[in-house]
């Protein structure tokens, strides 16, 4: 085996992170919120994160680069690079760290962090109410990038925890439930 072989091997026995929650909107809606800017820019991020620049070309290819401030005064930078749209139903990108221009970065607190992390995002409706799943892989990691990514699944939990917790209470301000 070439050595791109061992490295797809070695990501698919990676052990997948996702994590779900329901929301009482439409999936339409959601997808809207998860795709402008202008929303975006009003509820992404940890708990008590107030995102501060937040710009987006959504198209197969384009990106959203976002900066945000930790509770305690620290900016960090952020780029999604979409390799998939399908509305409303999936979104699917490249994450990672970056610095104020876009370029991908290490992770600020974690240097054994996955530079990038294969993201897929779904949107199901049921009875008006939407589920959005995350799932996260990372890729073009070293041994002990996944294992870092694996060892992290309840840090990530409770990141994504505080993503949805904020993302509903935005949808109860823009009258939309939660």
């Known amino acids: ?39 975006m820019q009003r509820w ?13 070309d959504l198209r197969p290819g384009g990106s959203y ?13 952020g780029k999604f690079v979409f390799r998939e749209i399908v509305k409303p139903e999936r979104l699917v990108f490249v994450n990672s760290f970056s610095d104020e221009n876009g370029n991908v970065a290490r992770h600020p607190m974690h240097l054994a962090w996955p530079l990038e992390m294969l993201s897929t995002i779904t949107f199901t409706e049921q009875a008006g109410k939407t589920t959005v ?12 990038e996944r294992k870092t990514f694996e060892d992290g699944f309840k840090s990530m939990q409770q990141g994504w925890g ?17």
Not at 65 to 77: A, I, L
Not at 133 to 144: G, K
Not at 163 to 174: A, C, I, R
């Open 1 to 39: 085996m070439d050595q791109k072989t061992n490295s797809s091997v070695a990501e698919t026995q990676t052990k997948e992170f996702d994590i779900s929650r329901t929301f009482d909107v439409p999936r339409d809606f959601m997808f809207k919120v998860w795709t402008d800017p202008e929303h």
């Open 162 to 178: 505080g993503t949805f917790e904020q993302l509903g209470e935005y949808l109860v301000k823009v009258g939309r439930g939660g």
């Open 44 to 56: 992404w991020g940890p708990k008590g994160f107030k995102v501060f620049h937040s710009k987006m």
């Open 133 to 144: 799943t995350v799932r996260w892989l990372p890729l073009n990691a070293t041994a002990e």
């Open 65 to 77: 680069h976002y900066g945000m401030r930790s509770p305690d005064g620290h900016d960090m930078w």
